[in-house]
């Protein structure tokens, strides 16, 4: 996506990549064609907004945060598939870690034990790929990969990443903002694989001539995606949150320069760090599924051809009719935090059609939103009166509603629905002064769309109630 100063969209061009399913819980990616993918990217947006690498101020990098590679610095590939964020293969070596070595990693970290994150996706590397303790093997989140690409690759690539997709790795200390030796030893990664950290928004690189982009643009700003989206809502002050939908759902609270401990099940982590200013903190709640169980009504269960039927599919019928679906096909995030957590579908009587099922799965977006939101307010204190939203289901209005009748609370969409990519931007060209401070992008926020709660209490509360009971069958799904 090509941005102007107004932060309006003069360009872009997407395509999908490939989803790799192995076997059961294993979700993996090719990293090579994601870099294929986004050379063809780059070429598109920039033809459609006619215009030339060279009219660029900067460029900057947002990617799923945890979604490992392993590549070799010789041949610039891929040594094996990149292991994604929903991935659990890594499960039963993190249960094998002492009580010690867990309680050292959640304190300096501000993450919970779960395969979600980045450091047991290198040890199962380093144990599975037989190059992977190589000398010239690195390993990196999806933004080091693009980075040393973009910035030449084997004619000297950098190899670099930022604060915030550095703090999802279980390797980073919270405190120091390094990568923490202690940390190192219990995975049992070299230092010298992994990239150097830099804040959020300062020339890393220049862009390889001979790359996508014809000529050298500073790469400035690496910001993981739902820090991006904080970013592009502006929600640059203590106490501002949003909630972004993707594959994912994740919601964030800004609590700015303090780390927050959380004691209800969220994570603590990095928000931004801008330059040489200290960095800001955030609470973080993270769903597995989301958008991705709209992808399997279409891919794996066939009862839609498009994403966008299910708004239409969903609003033919007034209600689920008892169904409730708890889409957990990787366990359950926050703030439950269960990974043996399986996907059930409760309520089923004959009369249920495949509509009540995509209307189940709409309101499963949201009860999964209230789990989190709930969560949040408990650990800040602080009631929730609003929420900025962003992300590809918020096109879908019927979502939208759903989702203010059962948090009972206002949902405000922004004019530019892609804020992820938009705090990419913001962050490299305020390093690059197109943007002169914060506050000028705090006064280009503008709101499109606000859903305002028309349930009553009694009815959100016992719509929640049925929510917890198909929660309960999906974690005792065994018993």
Known sequence: MIFDHAGKVVGQHQVEHRQILPQAGWVEHDADEIWERTQEVIVAA??????????????????????????????????????VWQDTRTTDFLAGLTQDEQEIIRFKTGLTIAPYFSASKMNWMLRNVPAASGANARFGTIDSWLLWNLS???????????????????????????WDEELLKIFGISPESLPVIKSSSEEYALTDPHGPFGTAVPIAGIVGDQQAAMVGQVCLQRGESKTTYGTGNFALLNTGTEIVRSKNGLLTTVCFKFGNEPAHYALEGSVAVTGSAIQWLRDQLGIITNASETESLAASVSDSAGLYFVPAFSGLFAPYWRSDARGVIVGLTRAATKAHLARAALEAICYQTRDVMDAMVADSGVPMKQMRVDGGITANSLCMQMQADIMGIDISKPLIAETTALGA???????????????????????????????????????????????????????
Request: no cysteine; proline share 1%.
């Open 46 to 83: 920039l033809k459609q907004a006619d215009i030339l690498g060279s009219d660029l101020a900067a460029i900057g990098i947002t990617n799923q945060r945890e979604t490992t590679v392993l590549w070799d610095i010789t041949t610039g590939r891929a040594l094996s598939n990149a292991i």
């Open 152 to 178: 030449g690759g084997v004619r000297g690539g950098v190899h670099a990443t930022d604060v915030t997709n550095a703090s999802r790795t279980l390797l980073m200390n919270l405190e120091s903002l390094e």
């Open 425 to 479: 931007a913001y962050t490299a060209g305020l390093a690059v002064g197109f943007w002169s401070s914060p506050q000028e992008l705090r006064a280009q926020w503008q709101e499109s769309r606000r859903w305002l709660s028309t349930s009553t209490h009694d009815e959100r509360e016992k719509g929640y109630a049925q929510w917890k009971k198909a929660v309960e069958r999906s974690l005792h799904w065994v018993d």
